[in-house]
C-alpha cells in the first residue's frame, strides 16, 4: 500500500495531534511533541494546518512534520517505523523534491529523532549535521520541591503579562496578547499551562508553557524565559521548577526541554532546576 503525502485542513489536525501524544514515551529520543503545534498555534489554526505534513498509509499516520520557518522541517516518525526502508526513502524523496511541496530549494534543514533510518539516508544524500542541541530530562515520580516565588497560571487576564515577559527575554520576539489567545484556543492548549512568577515587589519576572501529551508520558517546556531586567536571581530556575509542578499535576512522567548546546547559561539553569542532560541531537542540513 502506498505512502501518501498528506497537507491536513484545519478540520484534520486533531489526527496528527493525536499521533504525536501516542508516540511520545519516556526514553524516546528528542523528537517533535504536540506543544511544539500548540506553541505554532500562535500564529493561528490555519497558518498551523498550512505548515503541517503528515505521511500515512492505508489511513495510519506514519510521519508528522511541521515546517517550523523558512527551511527548516521538524520531523518526527511512529516508534515502529523509525527503521522502515520504505518510509525513510519516501521521506528523503519528499523533503529533496521542492515541486513536493515539503521544503524549498536552496539552504534547508531537517529535525528527525536521532537513530532513525532518515538520518542515515541524507547523510548518504551528502546532508551535514547542523549545529547541536542539548535535551534535558527532569524524572515526575517524585514531590516537586517549591520554587520559592510566587507563581500563578496565566489566564486570559494575564495573557498581556505573559506576552510582554515573553517579548522582553526573547530579543526579536513579536509574541502579544492576541498570539497568546490564539495559542490558547489551540487543540493541544487543554491539556497546557502558561505560567508567571512574580518578584517581592510583584513585578512579573518570568514565563514559561507547559505541554502535557497526556498521563505517564513526557511533558514539553516551550517556551521559558525570564525578563532581561531581571536576570541573575534564580527566577529561571524558580520558573523551571514550577513547569515540572505543573506538568506533574497534568500527569506527566517527565519533563522535557531541548536547547542549543552553545547556550550553556540555559543548560545550566534546566539542571540547576532538577533535569538531566542527556546525549546531543543535530539536525541535517542542506546548503544548495
Known sequence: MAIVLGKPEVDGLSEAVSALRDWQYDTAPMQLHPGDLGWFWRWGAEATAAAVRTWSRGGRILAVGLLDGPG????TIAP???????????LVDDVTEPDRGVLPRGRVSIEAPMGALVQDLLFEEGWSAD??????????????????????????ELAYVFAAVHRSAFTGSRFAEERWHAMAAGLPYADARCLVASDDQDNAVATVAVWSAGPGRPGLLEPMGVHREHRRHGYGEA????????????????????????????IATYQAAGFQQRPEVRDRSRDV
Do not use: F
Not at 530530562?137 to 500563578?152: M, Q
Open 72 to 75: 527548516m522541517l521538524r520531523l
Open 131 to 156: 549545529e547541536p542541541w542539548t535535551p534535558l530530562r527532569r524524572d515526575l515520580s517524585e514531590p516537586v520541591e517549591d520554587p520559592g516565588v510566587r507563581v500563578e497560571v496565566a489566564g486570559p
Open 80 to 90: 515502529d517505523a523509525q527503521r522502515e526502508e520504505e518510509l525513510a526513502q519516501q
Open 239 to 266: 520558573i523551571t521548577v514550577a513547569a515540572a509542578a505543573a506538568l506533574q499535576e497534568l500527569g506527566s512522567s517527565s519533563a522535557i526541554v531541548c536547547t542549543p548546546s552553545s547556550n550553556v547559561g540555559a
